[in-house]
């Protein structure tokens, strides 16, 4: 691989061990896939940040040796999500080894410099990459949205990548960095009409189910998606598949004119996603038995504001059946807002919680041992069942408000 | 009965065990308990079964990109699989194998999925590019 002068001095050492180990692991990683040279980025989102996924001690281990040499963070970088909610843990009888283990590990991370956003939706709070631009970040849905919706462009980096590149200030140019790997191959042709954000959902849990490593290309959709929509089709996709980008025809940036998508090529496939599709996928994704539903979950990724709001405004003067455990999370910047509103006691007074930093996929110890989670994240019911040994349920948000004001679940 | 395959090594080095074999991607956040080493996740082929010490063969990475972070976890817990076997690369996995040096092979003349099942004895050498199967 080419590197310039100043590349060459990181990679012999001259910046010190630690610029000299993650210049070298990024090159080797680069050359796995035919890198020319390395790539300035503008900005990072960094993760190693969940203790109780991201392994506990040997995280806690990893980020201590890197510590070791006082690194700090060279572009404008946000924090990926935690494994608790850092501000409010107290409240929820969480064992104290993980608040431990988590507050450790945030010290640590802050110590480097990041922005201290602990979410999952970056791009939510500030972090807002430039179309065209080259990046550096994980959390699998964040890197689908950044290079679909906004245009820029990130591999599907993991922690470890994302931490050597924003000490670096660079990383290896290859696969979507560059414009011919950001082509669609798969055409979804979606005859669906897809009626709310969890629908979008379901198209992308289909989609990465279909498309695998592949580029898909959604045709067919008979509005602008929002911001919702995009999340929950790109946290879906990316957990069925190892997708890392979509194509939304005439809507996202690299598909507005006719063909540009395909680049001229015609798709190796074309796939149907119509009503029937649309039905398979919310019960394939359905587990459990029986009626009751004892947790109800929203924000997976982090709700934005309006969702939060919405929510409040759908739980405003009633209560959340006993037994039944409200969470809407979002990230700790949305929450103040949220409180400076006023919609957070509205949802308390109903028995709901807003929860920042963390979710249930990344917490895995939540005070509580749920038997049947309904959700309106494909991505969430899709963890569930292996991490909490609990049934799941996805459906839209209408749904699991009324859900959870019943405490039971009505197909 | 031997086969031998040969392809890319693209993270160097030896490592041999019992293959466990599966036409679906594998998501290490979420999908296998590292503790353990079993995969959890619901509805896939090879629920309940333990990625220790095997040559693991799958198409590629999906889902979650902490394969990087459990692979780590793994290979300090005792956890890992010795090798890895896949038809397409996905960059946290590759990642990840780089970090903790564990073998990692792609691009075979042969179908590995196909060619390999569950239950044979694998020996990866991906310094060479070779793979030798035995079985039983």
Redesign the interface.
């Known amino acids: 691989m080419y590197l310039t002068k100043e590349e060459e001095r990181m990679y012999n050492g001259e910046c010190g061990e630690l610029i000299e180990w993650a210049m070298k692991?990024i090159v080797?990683?680069g050359e796995?896939?035919n890198a020319k040279r390395m790539v300035k980025i503008d900005c990072a989102h960094c993760?190693?940040s969940a203790y109780m996924?991201?392994?506990?001690?040997?995280?806690l281990?990893?980020m201590g040796d890197l510590a070791k040499s006082k690194p700090r963070v060279v572009v404008p970088a946000t924090c990926q999500v935690a494994s608790t909610d850092m501000v409010d843990w107290k409240n929820l009888n969480i064992p104290e080894y993980v608040a431990e283990g988590q507050l450790k590990l945030r010290d640590l991370i802050e110590g480097m410099g990041p922005a201290p956003t602990w979410t999952c939706a970056p791009y939510l709070v500030g972090n807002i990459p430039v179309g065209g631009s080259n990046i550096a970040w994980?959390?699998?849905s964040a890197?689908v949205y950044a290079n679909s919706v906004f245009g820029a462009r990130t591999?599907?980096?993991?922690?470890?990548?994302v931490w050597f590149a924003s000490f670096i200030g660079r990383t290896a140019e290859y696969?979507l960095r560059l414009d011919e790997n950001r082509r669609a191959r798969v055409l979804i042709d979606v005859t669906a009409s897809l009626k709310n954000e969890t629908d979008f959902g379901a198209l992308g849990y289909f989609g990465?189910k279909v498309a695998?490593?592949r580029i898909p290309a959604f045709k067919g959709i008979k509005k602008i998606p929002t911001v919702e929509d995009f999340m929950q089709v790109s946290a879906a996709l990316?957990?069925?598949?190892?997708v890392p980008m979509f194509h939304v025809l005439g809507v996202t940036p690299e598909a507005r004119r006719d063909n540009e998508a395909f680049g001229g090529e015609k798709p190796e496939e074309t796939i149907e996603f119509g009503e029937e599709e649309l039905k398979k996928t919310y019960e394939g994704i359905h587990?459990g038995s029986g009626d009751k539903v004892d947790f109800v979950f929203l924000g997976c990724p982090h709700a934005t504001y309006h969702q939060v709001k919405s929510a409040a405004e759908m739980l405003d003067g009633k209560k959340i059946k006993k037994d039944t455990t409200f969470w809407i999370a979002t990230a700790r910047q949305t929450r103040n807002l949220i409180e400076k509103a006023g919609y957070g006691n509205i949802i308390r007074a109903a028995g709901g919680k807003i929860i920042c930093d963390t979710c249930p996929?990344a917490a895995l110890e939540i005070g509580f041992k749920p038997q049947v989670m309904v959700t309106n994240s494909f991505k969430q019911a899709?963890?569930v069942?292996?991490?909490f040994k609990a049934g799941s349920i996805a459906s839209d948000t209408k749904s699991c408000i009324s859900a959870a004001l019943e405490g039971r679940w009505r197909a | 009965m031997k086969i031998m395959l040969r392809g890319r090594g693209?993270?160097k080095g030896f490592g041999e065990g019992e293959a466990l074999v599966t036409r679906q991607?594998i998501s290490f956040?979420?999908?296998v308990d590292?503790e353990s080493g079993i995969i959890?996740?619901?509805n896939h082929e090879l629920e309940g079964k333990s990625i220790v010490n095997k040559v693991l063969v799958f198409?590629?990475?999906?889902?979650?990109?902490?394969?990087?972070?459990?692979l780590?976890?793994a290979s300090?817990?005792g956890t890992a699989p010795r090798a890895i076997i896949n038809k397409?690369?996905?960059?946290?996995l590759?990642?990840?194998a780089?970090?903790v040096k564990l073998p990692l092979m792609c691009d075979l003349n042969k179908d590995p999925i196909e060619t390999i099942r569950t239950g044979d004895y694998v020996k990866v050498d991906a310094t060479r590019g070779i793979v030798e199967i035995t079985r039983k």
């Open positions: 692991t080797a990683w796995v896939f993760s190693c996924v991201d392994g506990k001690k040997s995280i281990d990893f994980c959390e699998s890197i591999n599907r980096e993991c922690g470890q990548s696969g990465g695998g490593l990316a957990t069925t598949g190892g587990s996929a899709h963890y069942p292996g991490q | 693209v993270v991607g956040t979420g999908g590292i959890v996740e619901k198409p590629a990475g999906k889902g979650s990109v902490g394969a990087s972070s459990e780590y976890h300090k817990a397409q690369l996905d960059p946290p590759v990642f990840g780089i970090l």
